[in-house]
């Protein structure tokens, strides 16, 4: 049998989380195999992580792009099956909730190769959500399930899953961030985009909010209202951007649309901002140990964690204007005790387990 520990990563959120997994297991000598579904393809969407966080090449690119739901699953499954077989890694680490994982989960797990789940458990009890369906699906096929936070053992459980898979080994993403802590940098960031010192950030790209155009027109129209009191800067996403643009997102009267930034530009500029205004799932862990009061633009979060320990609200597109005034204007306070286990060791632990978990397996 194989030793090899394959891991799947397909869009940008994946990257970070996956690079301090990656590299603790290299430390430990760990045969490694890294799999890009090519889920997220632009430059700033994919390649300008792996050359940031010092990730190597993938040693398999499965150039799967976009699609509907069906049609893209579909594809990643067909590739991820070739692949697999292919390669017969020992077991499979899949991140997060984007389709890459899901889709990897379901071939891994049909294919008896043992699947390990990094930030399982996390819930929005909301299926109008593609991610809670992934997440749902991949805890239900995983055989190891790494959590990011406690409450996370509850939901398991709750489904009626083994708790003794699960293991509680904090937040990778934030391990890249207080890795990279030394390069991040503000001033520049603001002066090469033409940002003013005093700025609000906004990434928005939930299809709740981007894709329905009543909601999407309702979010436009409450960042210009923001943008009468401070300069947003809104790196924007490939998705919705040209139906926000319809709908009047554009440059001009305080408002900054700019491409995506690469990870130290972005996180740079959030670290300098007064206020992040989001509905990304990453945004409101890295603002929570930034410290960056943040508005996230949904109705729940799988994250409240970073309500009850962090820095994170959330707000309707109706509250977000009068939200932002009272950040601004230092009406509101924050919790100050940060989520346990988001100390920059979560790689390191996820590492443990699975060398572990593969020593069980007899791998
Ligand atoms: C995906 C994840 C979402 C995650 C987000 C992170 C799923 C179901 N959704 O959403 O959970 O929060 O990534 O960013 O997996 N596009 C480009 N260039 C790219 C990638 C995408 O132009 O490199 C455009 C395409 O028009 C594509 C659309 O964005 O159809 C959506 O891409 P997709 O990967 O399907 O979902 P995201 O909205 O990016
Ligand atoms: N991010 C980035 N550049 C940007 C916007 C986001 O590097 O222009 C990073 C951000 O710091 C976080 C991750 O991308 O680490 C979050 O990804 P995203 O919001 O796309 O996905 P989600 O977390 O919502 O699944």
Redesign the pocket.
């Given at each position: 049998m194989s030793r090899t520990v394959a891991h799947v990563v397909g869009?940008?959120?994946n990257f970070m989380k996956m690079a301090p997994v990656f590299d603790a297991l290299a430390a430990l000598d760990q045969p490694q195999l890294l799999i890009h579904t090519g889920?997220?393809?632009?430059e700033k969407?994919?390649d300008i992580f792996f050359r940031e966080l010092g990730i190597p090449e993938p040693d398999v690119n499965l150039g799967v792009g976009?699609?509907s739901?069906a049609t893209?699953t579909a594809a990643l499954m067909t590739g991820l099956e070739a692949t697999v077989l292919e390669h017969e890694p020992a077991a499979m680490v899949v991140y997060?909730?984007?389709?890459?994982t899901i889709a990897a989960a379901l071939v891994c797990a049909k294919l008896g190769i043992p699947v390990v789940h990094v930030e399982a458990g996390l819930r929005s009890f909301d299926n109008t959500m593609?991610?809670e369906i992934?997440r749902r699906v991949t805890d239900v096929l995983a055989d190891l399930l790494l959590v990011t936070s406690p409450e996370a053992y509850g939901h398991l459980a709750d489904e009626g899953l083994d708790v003794d898979k699960v293991r509680l080994v904090g937040n990778p993403m934030i391990d890249t961030l207080l890795k990279h802590r030394a390069r991040f940098d503000a001033a520049p960031v603001k002066a090469a985009a033409g940002l003013p010192d005093r700025v609000a950030v906004s990434t928005l790209?939930?299809?709740a909010n981007v894709d329905d155009p009543v909601v999407a027109q309702q979010i436009v129209d409450a960042l210009k209202q923001v943008a009468k009191s401070i300069d947003v800067a809104i790196p924007l996403?490939?998705?919705g951007r040209q139906r926000l643009a319809d709908l009047g997102l554009v440059s001009g009267d305080g408002i900054h649309v700019i491409d995506p930034l690469g990870y130290v530009d972005f996180v740079s500029l959030v670290s300098g901002a007064d206020l992040v205004i989001t509905d990304?799932?990453g945004v409101q862990e890295e603002t929570t140990i930034l410290e960056v009061p943040c508005l996230t633009v949904r109705p729940n979060t799988e994250r409240p964690i970073t309500i009850t320990h962090g820095t994170n609200r959330l707000v309707t597109p109706a509250e977000l204007a009068p939200a932002a005034e009272a950040v601004l204007s230092g009406e509101v306070d924050f919790p100050t005790d940060r989520p346990p286990f988001w100390d920059g060791r979560a790689g390191q632990r996820c590492a443990t387990e699975i060398v572990a978990f593969l020593d069980r397996l007899g791998a």
């Open positions: 869009a940008r959120p889920q997220h393809y632009d969407m994919s976009s699609g739901h893209q997060g909730d984007v389709n890459s593609p991610e992934n790209h939930r299809p996403h490939p998705r990304s799932g």
